[in-house]
């Protein structure tokens, strides 16, 4: 298990191919644990997560994003859902339209540096038709899936990280004293 946060942050990166070796559940709970702690407006936590196991389900959600095989090979696809009404309750429209979704994402960042904490791999998709999803998962309508987090143990082990072309600082970073 790696703990220190900056090599976690340096060594997240999207993993597509699996072993087929199942997470352990408690790791799968602790990785969610992670999720559950990430900060959201006003406290409201308008998220909901379903864990997907069953083979013809992951099969389904593979279908919905838009054929990504990898979603129904990994062992586990956490599918991450937003309850809009939960933060416009509290925030009107903002709340719905925005706070749900950052909220959402918060999570879904805590659970991939998790996922590398424990020596796994995953991938945040957001590529998929969220109709299609919330049918596969017979969903109400008042959820939206926003996320689908396949993970596992990756099939080989990762490369060395490609020195990534980030744009520069000057470009992406305005000071204000």
Same mark, same amino acid.
């Given at each position: ?29 602790r990785i969610m644990e992670c999720g559950l702690k990430a900060p959201s407006a006003g406290n ?29 090979? =990994?062992? +586990?696809?956490?599918?991450? /859902? %937003?309850?809009? &009404?939960?933060?416009? @309750? ?6 719905? #339209? ?7 994402? =918060?999570? +879904?960042?805590?659970?991939? /540096? %998790?996922?590398? &904490?424990?020596?796994? @791999? ?6 998929? #038709?969220?109709?299609?999803a919330g049918r596969v998962l017979e969903l109400p309508g008042h959820l939206r899936p926003v ?15 490609r020195p990534r072309q980030e744009r520069p600082w000057e470009e992406v970073v305005t000071i204000?004293?």
């Amino acid at each position: 298990m790696t703990t220190d946060l900056f090599e976690v942050i340096r060594e997240r990166r999207s993993e597509r191919h699996f072993k087929p070796d199942p997470v352990p559940d408690e790791t799968v709970r602790r990785i969610m644990e992670c999720g559950l702690k990430a900060p959201s407006a006003g406290n409201m936590q308008p998220w909901q997560f379903i864990i997907v196991k069953r083979p013809e389900l992951k099969a389904n959600l593979a279908e919905a994003a838009h054929g990504q095989k990898f979603v129904q090979d =990994a062992p +586990v696809v956490i599918v991450v /859902l %937003a309850d809009p &009404g939960r933060s416009a @309750g509290r925030y009107g429209s903002r709340g719905s #339209d925005l706070y749900c979704i950052q909220d959402t994402a =918060a999570a +879904v960042q805590n659970m991939l /540096l %998790a996922v590398v &904490g424990f020596g796994l @791999g995953a991938c945040w998709v957001g590529a998929f #038709d969220e109709q299609a999803a919330g049918r596969v998962l017979e969903l109400p309508g008042h959820l939206r899936p926003v996320a689908m987090i396949p993970i596992g143990y990756p099939k080989e082990r990762p490369m060395p990280r490609r020195p990534r072309q980030e744009r520069p600082w000057e470009e992406v970073v305005t000071i204000v004293e």
